[in-house]
């Protein structure tokens, strides 16, 4: 592991809570078995992530969550793990309803006979995923739609916030339901969306896709809830 990670894992295994001071750099080198170097470069990296504050003299203290690159995956991942999960899956969700609805929306208005054969490849290719029952292959291939949704669009800003948001969105998925009930529903809603965008239907295509994300909410909020 990096030294950044192992960090993080003192915080993820409640070593050290938010708002708690890092050992000073001699304890986390002997700790991680590491040069001053590159505890120094993890410092500052997770410092420019807004996990660390750095007050010269006083010590190094763990920031609050609301300070974090929370569209970073190792910090996202442990804010997951250490922070109101139901919060952050919220967070998340509304993020997209920002993002998704419009980019639905453009899409349907916008689709070339093209991104619309990508679109089928890609529906194709997860229900070849459901009937082998392969979660990993499926969300991949969700993640491959919603990039051509958002590559329909004409919008390359748009597409590129999008993109920044997958990697929380896929970790986000191991906290939530992958069952087959789960995904096959979930497909059922890929369909709808790729209908409306195929008619060119914005506003059908924005219900869809505002249905989609409700469902994904729950699913994570139901398995949460049981564990």
């Known amino acids: 592991m990096t030294v950044v990670n192992e960090i993080l894992g003192m915080v993820q295994h409640k070593e050290l809570e ?7 750099e001699a304890d ?3 700790k991680f078995q590491a040069s001053r170097t590159r505890v120094r470069e993890a410092v500052k990296y997770l410092q420019g992530k807004g996990f660390l504050r750095v007050e010269h003299g006083r010590g190094t203290y763990v920031e609050p969550l609301e300070r974090w690159d929370l569209l970073d995956a190792d910090l996202w991942m442990t804010a997951m793990k250490i922070g109101n999960r139901t919060t952050l899956v919220s967070n ?7 993002l998704e609805v419009r980019t639905a929306q453009l899409a349907a208005e916008n689709r070339t006979p093209e991104q619309v054969l990508a679109l089928e490849d890609d529906l ?5 995923a459901l009937s082998e029952r392969d979660a990993a292959k499926y969300n991949r291939t969700s993640r491959s739609f919603h990039d051509h949704l958002a590559t329909a669009t004409g919008n390359m800003l748009l597409l590129r916030l999008t993109r920044a948001l997958a990697q929380a969105l896929e970790l986000t998925k191991q906290f939530g339901d992958e069952s087959s009930d789960v995904l096959l529903h979930s497909f059922k809603e890929h369909q709808a969306i790729f209908s409306a965008v195929k008619r060119r239907s914005p506003e059908e295509a924005s ?13 994570v909020k139901v ?5």
């Not at 194709?124 to 070849?128: G, P, S, V």
């Open 18 to 24: 938010v708002g708690s001071t890092l050992p000073n």
């Open 223 to 227: 398995r949460n809830a049981q564990t």
């Open 28 to 30: 986390l080198c002997a």
């Open 92 to 98: 998340l969700v509304e993020i997209r309803r920002l």
């Open 207 to 219: 219900e869809a896709i505002t249905r989609h994300l409700k469902d994904f909410e729950d699913s």
């Open 124 to 128: 194709a290719i997860m229900e070849e």
